[in-house]
């Protein structure tokens, strides 16, 4: 059973342009929402995290919009740079259980 | 400071054998996490250690197994290795619940 849906599999995106990766739970229990970069041949790194209590928040060029009543959350990546193409997993946490990903999406910088 | 270290990083092992993987968290991170992740696809939750006790245990069977010793280092077990066991096998650390959860990068493992 998925409980996180993300979309799109795959983004090409030109250099200096907006990156967009939505995600979609089910469980109304979760209560953070971590977004994961990885390279090939490497674990994922955390990038930017929320809770469902706020509804935006923002780290540099990275930018996470969170809508409660929707379920939806996405990552947003300003100036988009050819250093930023990778995989990126979204997840999802309910207390103290297990982190549940996403199927992932990946972005390609293009000069 | 060092990060989640796991060994070995590649691991070849022929069907029906077993293998061992090793963790060592982050230096004051109590929790371990192992995932297993398939080509192509998100991370999938193995197991959780907390303080040497099992919190949590995802949908394997049982012939994957783990556990965690007094210095928080992990070991994850898989007997009977099957061709479909052949992905990445991740560990995540985190102080004590898995809000900030940080990944190793991975152990290769190739069952042929």
Known sequence: ?111 | DAGVTQSPTHLIKTRGQHVTLRCSPISGHKSVSWYQQVLGQGPQFIFQYYEKEERGRGNFPDRFSARQFPNYSSELNVNALLLGDSALYLCASSIRDNTEAFFGQGTRLTVV
């Not at chain 1, 739970?25 to 979760?30: L, R």
């Not at chain 1, 994922?44 to 923002?58: G, M």
Request: glycine share 8%; net charge positive.
């Open chain 1, 1 to 111: 059973q998925q409980q996180v849906k993300q979309s799109p599999q795959s983004l090409i995106v030109q250099k200096g342009g907006i990156s967009i990766i939505n995600c979609a739970y089910e469980n109304t229990a979760f209560d953070y929402f971590p977004w994961y970069q990885q390279f090939p041949g490497k674990g994922p790194a955390l990038l930017i995290a929320i809770r469902p209590d706020v509804s935006e928040k923002k780290e540099g060029r990275f930018t996470i919009s969170f809508n409660k009543s929707a379920k939806q959350f996405s990552l947003h990546i300003m100036d988009s740079q050819p250093g930023d193409s990778a995989t990126y997993f979204c997840a999802a946490l309910f207390g103290n259980e297990k982190l549940t990903f996403g199927t992932g999406t990946r972005l390609t910088i293009i000069p």
